[in-house]
């Protein structure tokens, strides 16, 4: 009547599995359009990128099978590229976080929670229009008839903001806050309470208070927000093009001129494949980072 025992371990350890199994199969099923779709419009190109980069132009542009590295060994031919957004980008990281922190720590921290929605959603707002369109009101807001003009009328004269660096950090900051104050915004929003409580009554200034738990309590939001913008400024165009008039140039630029004007695949593609190494290099830099951050975090709590 009980049956026999080899028989009932057997089913016993049959069932797990029967539901991992199932587990793995619904797991694969809802990565699989994600993964086909990174596949073919990620994976893909990028091979063709690197099969086109030791290639040779053509005779009237575009691509012609061979297998040299010469255009790796051309890329200091676009040296001001690979410098402009070198440096500006992360001056534009680094500009948009002191924005963003204290705006973040405002909204997480100090606002009335009856408002802290609609605040949040004042910071999103800008995203609800084209950046064309904003950097277009910039270019008007930069250009001769804007602030020059209003300058000009005090007796400031020759000011020059348009086609500058400044004008391309400018754009970078107000287009790219929104996505530096999110990920800080939640890291703070998150942030125990009874941390701070706890560290004003054993006696710590507010300063010290905000430097020993709640900034680095919030670094893994930090590197999130600056390693997704800087990310993203790599391969900036649309700015620097409005708003650098062609004399800041970004290596997106330079990638639109190598495969639009010039038709030279092979040494756009060599471009290109650098970026994406430089971009890698940049996400695996902060991922350690954010990685010992949280750590730290960890045991400074226990």
Known sequence: ????????????????????AKKRLVTAALLAPASVW????????????????????????GYQAAFTFAQYANLPARAAAYWN????APAGAFLCLLVAYPTAYYLAVKAAPRHRLLLVSLVV??????????????????????????????????????????????????????LMIMPIYVSLEKLDRRLLEASADLGAKPASTFFSVTLPLSLPGVMTGVALVTILLLGEYLIPQLLGGGKVFFIGNALVDLFLQSRNWPFGSAIAVTLVAIVVVVLTVAMRIAWKVSGTRQVDLV
């Open 85 to 88: 957004t070198l440096m500006l």
């Open 1 to 20: 009547m009980r049956g026999d025992p080899h028989s009932i371990r057997n089913r016993t350890n049959a069932m797990p599995l029967t539901t991992t």
């Open 125 to 178: 707002v800008p995203f609800w229009t084209s950046l064309l369109v904003r950097t277009y009101a910039w270019m008007f807001i930069l250009g001769s008839r804007g602030i020059p003009s209003l300058l000009d009328m005090i007796g400031i004269e020759d000011v020059r903001l348009l086609n500058t660096p400044g004008a391309v950090l400018l754009g970078i900051v107000y287009g790219y806050l929104p």
């Open 38 to 61: 990174l596949f073919v419009f990620l994976v893909l190109p990028f091979i063709a990128m690197m099969v086109f980069s030791v290639g040779e132009r053509g005779p009237a542009g």
